[in-house]
């Protein structure tokens, strides 16, 4: 294992933790302290000084999005591998996201994009912007993602990129500017959580020049598979918003 590697230590789902690697480090929980051996490597167990085992796991992009500092609503996983393929997004993209808010979308975006590819994240929230820079250097795996503190409502920057995606309570605001980066015919997406702001941004997509506008949710449902008995799990963030994509014509 190299030092400052993200690794997974998970003794079970209420014990799991995202470390970065360096030996002899400790770490309290409350199924005991845990050291960090010299040697290490992914699969190894570790055992508290509770006794308890810990394993050391590859942490999934999913898992590492949900962790990040939130100081805003993000963008979950059960949206975020439908939004990737809906956009079309692949290794060496291009993709422009607004707002970062806490920087989980940035994160899944920057993975996939890959160490050619590049993000170019926009907020207008210094404060925001901090926080998501801060938790993308604390989870990112490349150094592929540009962050602008600026205002889209305002500004048109000055790149061209393969695919969009806003992520603010007033996309439609937003996109005649994001639409001017974007590549002909390429595809930009949007989430909101309410049906009426899906709406608004439907009529201006359409006003603009979209074509082949669709809208979804995606309902997820995590099943317990257990000794009792199979079923759903009884709670569940039942929730997030409703995703909206567009091709964009000339
Ligand atoms: C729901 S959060 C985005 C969450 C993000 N997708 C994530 O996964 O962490 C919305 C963000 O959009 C930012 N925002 C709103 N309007 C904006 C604009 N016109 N330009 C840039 N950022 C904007 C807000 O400050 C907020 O941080």
Same mark, same amino acid.
């Given at each position: 294992?190299?030092k400052?590697e993200?690794?997974?230590?998970?003794?079970?789902?209420?014990?799991?933790?995202?470390?970065?690697?360096?030996?002899?480090?400790?770490?309290?929980?409350?199924?005991?302290?845990?050291?960090?051996?010299?040697?290490?490597?992914?699969?190894?167990?570790?055992?508290?000084?509770?006794?308890?085992?810990?394993?050391?796991?590859?942490?999934?992009?999913?898992?590492?999005?949900?962790?990040?500092?939130?100081?805003?609503?993000?963008?979950?996983?059960?949206?975020? !591998?439908? @939004?990737?393929?809906?956009? %079309?997004?692949?290794?060496g993209?291009?993709?422009?996201?607004? %707002?970062? %808010?806490?920087?989980?979308?940035?994160?899944?975006?920057?993975?996939?994009?890959?160490?050619?590819?590049?993000?170019?994240?926009?907020?207008?929230?210094?404060?925001?912007?901090?926080?998501?820079?801060?938790?993308?250097?604390?989870?990112?795996?490349?150094?592929?993602?540009?962050?602008?503190?600026?205002?889209?409502?305002?500004?048109?920057?000055? @790149?061209?990129?393969?695919?969009?995606?806003?992520?603010?309570?007033?996309?439609?605001?937003? @996109?005649?500017?994001?639409?001017?980066?974007?590549?002909?015919?390429?595809?930009?997406?949007?989430?909101?959580?309410?049906?009426?702001?899906?709406?608004k941004?439907?009529?201006?997509?359409?006003?603009?020049?979209?074509?082949?506008?669709?809208?979804?949710?995606?309902?997820?449902?995590?099943?317990?598979?257990r %000794?009792?008995?199979t079923?759903?799990?009884?709670?569940? @963030?039942?929730?997030? !918003?409703?995703?909206?994509?567009?091709?964009?014509?000339?």
């Amino acid at each position: 294992m190299k030092k400052d590697e993200i690794i997974l230590l998970y003794c079970d789902e209420k014990a799991n933790y995202l470390v970065s690697y360096e030996k002899n480090k400790e770490i309290h929980t409350h199924k005991g302290k845990i050291v960090l051996p010299a040697k290490l490597s992914y699969g190894d167990v570790v055992y508290s000084s509770k006794n308890l085992p810990f394993y050391v796991l590859y942490p999934d992009t999913a898992y590492l999005s949900i962790k990040v500092r939130r100081k805003t609503t993000i963008v979950y996983p059960k949206d975020a !591998g439908f @939004i990737l393929l809906n956009l %079309g997004v692949k290794s060496g993209d291009s993709v422009l996201e607004v %707002g970062t %808010g806490s920087g989980a979308l940035t994160i899944i975006l920057s993975n996939a994009v890959g160490k050619d590819g590049r993000v170019y994240s926009f907020e207008r929230r210094k404060n925001f912007l901090e926080n998501a820079k801060k938790n993308f250097e604390n989870f990112s795996k490349f150094k592929n993602v540009s962050f602008y503190n600026m205002d889209l409502e305002k500004n048109i920057p000055d @790149i061209e990129v393969d695919s969009a995606f806003i992520d603010v309570p007033e996309p439609w605001k937003l @996109i005649s500017n994001v639409k001017e980066v974007l590549k002909p015919g390429r595809i930009l997406g949007s989430l909101s959580p309410h049906v009426e702001q899906i709406k608004k941004t439907k009529d201006k997509m359409i006003e603009v020049g979209f074509v082949r506008i669709r809208v979804y949710e995606i309902i997820l449902r995590e099943i317990l598979v257990r %000794g009792e008995g199979t079923r759903p799990k009884e709670y569940h @963030i039942t929730h997030t !918003g409703y995703l909206i994509f567009g091709n964009k014509t000339r």
